[in-house]
């Protein structure tokens, strides 16, 4: 993890201005997988914070947050927009848990196809520290999803923050980022995972879509090591 993405919880923002974002925000359609490394450095002004999401500011049809911070350990949250209700859930088997802590980098994969309402993501996390992966498949549900997915309506994703009234910058680190147009198996997450030790997602190319590991930085520009320009993520703050 030599190279990451450092936001101050502030003003800090990664904003993907590639061409295919179109791609990013529709990942779940029919199936797909997003996956990334990140470390959480402590709270902010917001008691949630966006780490990645499929829309920049508003009619986000997919999200991640950090949230729910206690004594250095916090939660993730995942929601898919529908129609009706919105699809929210996060990756333990019971209320109340906070399987994270700030200050450590966490491997995270979330695997999901939003063409049913009767579908549930599964959860893949691991503490870098350590060798284990843990696997949720019947994440708690938050809210059940009614209704159809919804369409994205806002102009690009992006990597810890929003924009406009609703920013809730992520204070912390993220690189790694990958998405895939299908569901990878438990075997292909595994193998991401790589028993704690960083790996090269990029090195997994089936269906990939994109893969930044940080490391090609051209002043407030960065290239996917995987991907082409149509996967750029520009800095902002």
Not at 65 to 89: E, K, P, V
Not at 96 to 102: H, L, S
Not at 140 to 169: C, D, M, W
Request: aromatic share 14%.
């Amino acid at each position: 993890l030599v190279n990451s993405l450092l936001h101050d919880g502030v003003n800090d923002w990664s904003r993907m201005t590639g061409s295919n974002y179109a791609n990013i925000c529709e990942i779940f359609n029919s199936g797909g997988t997003t996956a990334f490394a990140f470390q959480c450095t402590g709270t902010t002004s917001s008691a949630n914070q966006y780490l990645w999401q499929g829309a920049w500011g508003g009619g986000q049809n997919w999200l991640t947050q950090s949230r729910d911070y206690s004594g250095g350990s916090f939660q993730l949250r995942f929601r898919h927009d529908f129609s009706g209700s919105n699809y929210i859930c996060e990756p333990h088997a019971s209320s109340g848990q906070r399987p994270f802590a700030t200050n450590r980098w966490y491997f995270v994969c979330m695997t999901y196809d939003n063409s049913s309402t009767s579908n549930n993501m599964t959860w893949y996390y691991g503490d870098y520290s350590q060798s284990t992966l843990t696997t949720i498949t019947s994440p708690v549900e938050i809210q059940s999803p009614s209704g159809n997915k919804a369409t994205n309506v806002a102009q690009y994703p992006a990597l810890a923050g929003g924009k406009g009234q609703v920013t809730r910058p992520f204070k912390g680190n993220i690189t790694l980022v990958g998405c895939w147009t299908d569901i990878l198996t438990s075997g292909e997450v595994t193998t991401l995972w790589n028993s704690g030790a960083p790996y090269q997602f990029s090195n997994h190319s089936g269906n990939l879509l994109f893969f930044h590991d940080m490391a090609d930085l051209s002043g407030t520009t960065i290239s996917p090591e995987t991907g082409g320009s149509g996967y750029t993520i520009a800095l902002t703050n």
